[in-house]
C-alpha cells in the first residue's frame, strides 16, 4: 500500500511531465496483484486525488488527466508555497482512511513525495513523526535543480501572458532530512535511475 503526494505549484512545465512519467514508472513496476495506490497532490493546500486502489486504470486515468497541468489554478495565486505538512498529512490520512473502511491491510506501507521542497509552511515535523509513528516509510523524490529555473508563465483564458513570478530551486539538503527522518530515502528525477 503506498501513498503519493506532490508538489505541484513550483514545477515547469518539463519538469511537471517528467515528474507525471515517474508516477507512471512507478505504476508500472507494480505487480497490482496486491499492491495499491493512493495519490495525492499539493501546493499550499493539498488535494487527494484517488484512494488507495489497486486498479491500475484508475492510476493511469488519473494521471493522463494531470499530464497536461496540475488541478490547481496557479494563475490565480502564484504565491503558493511548499506545504509539506499538507501533503504529507493527507497522504497519510487517504492510509488511514483506507484502514477505517477496509480493516488493518497485511501490505506493508509506503509513502512516496515529490517536491523542490523550497519555501515550506505548516508544521513538518509533525507530519513526519505521525508518519514514523505509523510505520511508513517517507521515500523523497527531489524536483528540479540546485540553479534554480522559471516558474510558468501564467497564462489566461483571453490570450494574454503574464511573465514567470520567479524562480524554483531545488532544497535539496532539506528533503535529504526528511527522507531521513522518515525512515525512508532521498533520490532525484534526472540524477538518479528511476527504477
Not at 5 to 15: E, F, G, I, L, Y
Not at 16 to 34: A, H, I, V, Y
Not at 35 to 50: G, S, W
Request: net charge negative.
Amino acid at each position: 500500500d503506498g501513498s503519493a503526494s506532490m508538489h505541484v505549484k513550483d514545477v515547469s512545465a518539463n519538469r511537471w511531465s517528467r515528474s507525471m512519467t515517474f508516477l507512471r514508472l512507478l505504476g508500472d513496476s507494480l505487480s497490482w496483484n496486491d499492491d495499491r495506490m493512493a495519490l495525492t497532490v499539493f501546493a499550499h493546500i493539498a488535494t487527494p486525488q484517488i484512494r488507495l486502489t489497486s486498479d491500475p486504470n484508475t492510476v493511469f486515468f488519473f494521471l493522463d488527466h494531470l499530464q497536461g497541468r496540475p488541478p490547481f489554478r496557479l494563475e490565480d495565486d502564484t504565491t503558493w508555497d511548499t506545504n509539506l505538512e499538507q501533503g504529507l498529512a493527507w497522504g497519510l490520512r487517504l492510509i488511514e482512511k483506507d484502514r477505517e473502511l477496509h480493516g488493518p491491510s497485511v501490505n506493508g506501507k509506503l509513502f512516496v513525495m515529490l517536491s523542490d521542497g523550497e519555501s515550506w509552511s505548516g508544521e513538518v515535523a509533525r507530519s513526519i513523526e505521525r508518519a514514523v509513528r505509523e510505520h511508513v516509510p517517507l521515500f523523497v523524490i527531489g524536483v528540479g535543480t540546485l540553479g534554480g529555473g522559471d516558474l510558468p508563465e501564467t497564462q489566461y483564458a483571453d490570450g494574454t501572458t503574464d511573465p514567470s513570478p520567479g524562480q524554483s530551486r531545488l532544497d535539496r539538503a532539506s528533503l535529504q532530512r526528511i527522507a531521513a527522518a522518515g525512515g525512508g530515502q532521498y533520490f532525484e528525477l534526472d540524477r538518479d535511475p528511476d527504477r
